[in-house]
Nanobody, 122 residues
Framework: QLAESGGGSVQIGGSLRLSCAAS????????IAWFRQAPGSERKFVAA????????EVADSLKGRFIISRDNAKNTAYLEMRDLNSADTAVYFC?????????????????WGQGTSVTVSS
């Protein structure tokens, strides 16, 4: 099971670091990905990190602003976000892929938490 935290309200141009804390199965048994969901929209891929943390990928539109990482010793993954804009406003979720498929499809992920809300305003 995963639990997201670190969201909040931030001004345009600001930064946030989200955390995804895991409990249960061995943390490095699975890949982790972040998704986000704006009101009335589907859940969309943001970034993913491999089991070891050596491999990462970020949605093309977010490259250069978002960085994903994980600390297996702390059973936690992170999403660093900078230069935020109003389009980044959403609820952010992290999910686990036990098959480590490198997928961007939320259907391939499980263990979702309640999400953490990010609001970017002027």
């Amino acid at each position: 099971q995963l639990a997201e935290s670190g969201g909040g309200s931030v001004q345009i141009g600001g930064s946030l670091r989200l955390s995804c804390a895991a409990s249960g199965r061995t943390f490095d048994d699975y890949a982790i990905a972040w998704f986000r969901q704006a009101p009335g929209s589907e859940r969309k891929f943001v970034a993913a990190v491999s089991r070891s943390g050596s491999g990462t990928e970020v949605a093309d539109s977010l490259k250069g602003r978002f960085i994903i990482s994980r600390d297996n010793a702390k059973n936690t993954a992170y999403l660093e976000m900078r230069d935020l804009n109003s389009a980044d406003t959403a609820v952010y979720f992290c999910g686990a892929d036990y098959a480590s498929r490198g997928s961007r499809d939320p259907l391939h992920y499980t263990g979702w938490g309640q999400g953490t809300s990010v609001t970017v305003s002027s």
